[in-house]
């Protein structure tokens, strides 16, 4: 099973883009660009046709120092891409690759069914209308190697935002564009932080320094884990209770509402003292105590229908010699890294609460998305609904109301409610990977979504 889940400012001012970024060519088609903003910093990258070949790919390594090099994989969108956004992708974990999204979910890629051929995700490809960016954080998480530096969400905020500032320093025609965060599961923790360091980044330039601005619009979380607090408090209705029915035991049932309690308070003490040992043993005890009962269900903790989740046959051809060499990967395949998961656990990363993040986004005039697969247990409708009901921002008055039906192609396929800047989608039939169980309805969703249209 999947696990659950240094600034640019320079005394004060920002170092400026370089007009053009001097690529000098490396050995088997490689391109490399040394950075002018950070000093040992230096991007790596071929041009595969992979997938997709009507539009053009970029895939490679971002590279700090001489130990930490971390992968990327980038494809134009196939509707104009000149002027379609651009959308970041991530996975969660902590510690899970972003390859599951583009080979599983909402990418340019799918195997057929022997796992020896790509082919195109016909279906749901988000680079239908948008410019898509996929990238594995931090070292060891995916194709990504070194040593791993990074024991936290906000820790890893920065290096996110210095890898966006050199990918625009090789690829500048992007720079323009609407920006949009989006991620899953874990990326309920890194998609509101990384997007709000973003914001706080934009705020500290100069109105000279535009050249480093990213044009962020929005952010997107499906089934995230944003708000442990309240989130922690569905476990068991998802589990006992959902409209696909119990699938627990009483007894657990009745050991999940009797930990809860328990969990709350601990919870809270580490929102009050945010001291590592108190957020350790919060984390700790909720996950033994509530989501750990759910083991004895004998189903997918991604989808109460099933003792199984998405299959992850892609993995076979993505480590493979010839397609490491394609599109430039080092080192063999980590779908999600035990060591990357334990170190952010050690911190007691995984109990905190994002949501004063997405606030603060929504505050600004960023646009958020939350959307849930309504068979997932780890990160459930009915939690992820419920945080954001509580939510405490400017436009929460228009926000406030009731879920309705949500429509595509004339049929029901879901609930949406809006307002404010912020919409809520709970997805039906889907688990924690809403893309690859309604691919024509999350393509739908994100396209009504960047479109300001949701």
């Known amino acids: 099973m999947r696990n659950i889940f240094g600034s640019l400012l320079v005394g004060g001012t920002l170092l400026m883009q370089a007009a053009s970024a001097a690529l000098t060519p490396g050995p088997g088609g490689l391109k490399v660009l040394q950075s002018s903003l950070y000093e040992n910093h230096s991007l790596s990258f071929k041009q595969p046709k992979l997938c997709d070949e009507t539009v053009t790919q970029y895939s490679g390594y971002l590279n700090v120092g001489t130990n930490e090099h971390y992968f990327f ?57 948008s410019n898509m960016l996929f990238f594995d954080q931090p070292a060891q998480v995916g194709f990504s190697y070194g040593s791993n530096k990074v024991f936290s969400t906000d820790q ?83 589990a006992c209770n959902s409209s696909y029915g119990s699938v627990l035991p009483e007894q657990y049932c009745k050991a999940m509402n009797d930990a809860l309690p328990r969990c709350t308070k601990l919870t809270e003490t580490c929102y009050k003292t945010n001291s590592k040992r108190d957020c350790v043993k919060a984390q700790n005890f909720c996950a033994d105590n509530i989501e750990g009962q759910y083991q004895f269900s004998n189903k997918s903790y991604y989808d109460v229908r099933s003792p199984d989740s998405a299959p992850s046959n892609y993995i076979q051809f993505i480590n493979t010699t010839a397609t490491r060499d394609l599109i430039g990967a080092k080192v063999p395949y980590t779908e999600c890294s035990g060591p990357v998961f334990d170190n ?40 992820n609904y419920a945080w954001v009901s509580a939510l405490n921002f ?61």
């Open 73 to 129: 994989w980038f494809f134009e969108s196939r509707n104009n891409p000149a002027k379609d956004p651009l959308t970041v992708w991530l996975n969660g974990g902590p510690g899970c690759s972003s390859m599951i999204g583009l080979w599983e979910e909402l990418g340019p890629c799918r195997v057929n069914d022997d796992a020896t051929k790509a082919v195109y995700n016909e279906q749901g490809s988000w680079n239908k209308v």
């Open 156 to 238: 890893a905020a920065n290096f996110s935002y210095k890898f966006l500032q050199i990918f625009f320093e090789a690829f500048p025609q992007y720079r323009q564009h609407d920006f949009h965060f989006f991620g899953e599961s874990y990326g309920g923790h890194y998609v509101p932080s990384f997007a709000d360091y973003v914001l706080k980044q934009n705020k500290a330039l100069k109105p000279t320094d535009k050249l480093n601005r990213i044009n962020l619009k929005s952010i997107g979380v499906g089934n995230g884990m944003t708000d442990p607090l309240i989130q922690n408090k569905y476990l068991e209705k998802m």
């Open 344 to 383: 952010f656990l050690s911190t007691g990363d995984r109990i905190k609460s994002f949501s004063s993040n997405v606030a603060d986004l929504l505050n600004n005039g960023v646009r958020v998305l939350i959307y849930a697969g309504d068979a997932d247990f780890i990160c459930n409708w009915y939690g």
């Open 394 to 454: 400017k436009g929460a008055k228009k926000f406030a109301g009731s879920l309705a039906a949500w429509n595509v192609g004339g049929k029901e396929v879901g609930q949406l409610q809006s307002g404010g800047g912020l919409a809520f989608v709970r997805v039906y039939e889907a688990g924690h990977e809403v893309p690859w169980y309604q691919p024509v309805a999350s393509l739908a969703m994100f396209t009504d979504h960047v479109n300001n249209k949701l």
